[in-house]
T-cell receptor
Framework: GAGVSQSPSNKVTEKGKDVELRCDPISGHTALYWYRQSLGQGLEFLIYFQGNSAPDKSGLPSDRFSAERTGGSVSTLTIQRTQQEDSAVYLC?????????????FGSGTRLTVV | AQSVTQPDIHITVSEGASLELRCNYSYGATPYLFWYVQSPGQGLQLLLKYFSGDTLVQGIKGFEAEFKRSQSSFNLRKPSVHWSDAAEYFCAVASYNQGGKLIFGQGTELSVKP
C-alpha cells in the first residue's frame, strides 16, 4: 500500500484480556519497528524486525508483550493479560532496505485503552 | 547510553513570532538526528533529518534545524509561526549500527496564540 497501515485504530479492552495489534508495512520495506507512546512517557522503542534476522526485542517492557512478523511483511504485536498501564498509542514504522531510521514511515497508530 | 532531552515541555508563542525548540542529545559518535511533528490525533510526520554535511538543515513547512556538535544540540527553528503549527514536536536520535531504532525526547507541546 501507499503507507503503513495499522489496525484497529482504536481498541478498548478489559483488564486481563489479550489484545492483538496489526501493522501492515509499505511493500518492499524490510525493516519494521514498534513504538509505544504513553501519556507522560513519550515515545519508547519496543521491538525491531529486519528481514529474516532475529528481532531486536530489547524494548519490550515485560514477557506479556510479544510480536511476530509473518512472511517478512505484516506484523502483530500481542499483549497478554492487559493491565491499565498498557494503555497507550502503539505506533508502527517501516523502512526501506538499507535506510534504517533515515527512511522511516510511521503509521497512524492504535490507541489502546485498558479499562 | 544514547538519550535525548527536550527541556521545554510546553511552549506558547504568538502567531507570527519566531520559534526555537531545544533538543540536546547524548551520543558517542556522529548521530543521525531527526525532528518529527505530531498534530492532535495524527501520526508522526518527519520535519527534517541530519546525518552529515551542512549543519543547517532545511525541512518542510518552513522549519530548519542547526546541528552544533560542541553543544550536543539540534534546535528546531521557524522564523514566523502559523496557527497550524500548534502540535507536539519530538526530537530523536538514531545509531545506524543498532538497526536504525530511534530514541525520542519527551516532546515539546507548542501552542500558538492569535
Amino acid at each position: 500500500g501507499a503507507g503503513v497501515s495499522q489496525s484497529p485504530s482504536n481498541k478498548v479492552t478489559e483488564k486481563g484480556k489479550d489484545v492483538e495489534l496489526r501493522c501492515d508495512p509499505i511493500s518492499g520495506h524490510t525493516a519494521l519497528y514498534w513504538y509505544r507512546q504513553s501519556l507522560g512517557q513519550g515515545l519508547e522503542f519496543l521491538i525491531y524486525f529486519q528481514g529474516n534476522s532475529a528481532p531486536d526485542k530489547s524494548g519490550l517492557p515485560s514477557d506479556r508483550f510479544s510480536a511476530e512478523r509473518t512472511g517478512g511483511s505484516v506484523s502483530t504485536l500481542t499483549i497478554q493479560r492487559t493491565q491499565q498501564e498498557d494503555s497507550a498509542v502503539y505506533l508502527c514504522a517501516s523502512s526501506s532496505p538499507g535506510q534504517g531510521a533515515y527512511g522511516y514511515t510511521f503509521g497512524s497508530g492504535t490507541r489502546l485503552t485498558v479499562v | 547510553a544514547q538519550s535525548v532531552t527536550q527541556p521545554d515541555i510546553h511552549i506558547t508563542v504568538s502567531e507570527g513570532a519566531s520559534l526555537e525548540l531545544r533538543c540536546n542529545y547524548s551520543y558517542g559518535a556522529t548521530p543521525y538526528l531527526f525532528w518529527y511533528v505530531q498534530s492532535p490525533g495524527q501520526g508522526l510526520q518527519l520535519l527534517l533529518k541530519y546525518f552529515s554535511g551542512d549543519t543547517l538543515v532545511q525541512g518542510i513547512k518552513g522549519f530548519e534545524a542547526e546541528f552544533k556538535r560542541s553543544q550536543s544540540s539540534f534546535n528546531l527553528r521557524k522564523p514566523s509561526v502559523h496557527w497550524s503549527d500548534a502540535a507536539e514536536y519530538f526530537c530523536a536520535v538514531a545509531s545506524y549500527n543498532q538497526g536504525g531504532k530511534l530514541i525520542f525526547g519527551q516532546g515539546t507541546e507548542l501552542s500558538v496564540k492569535p
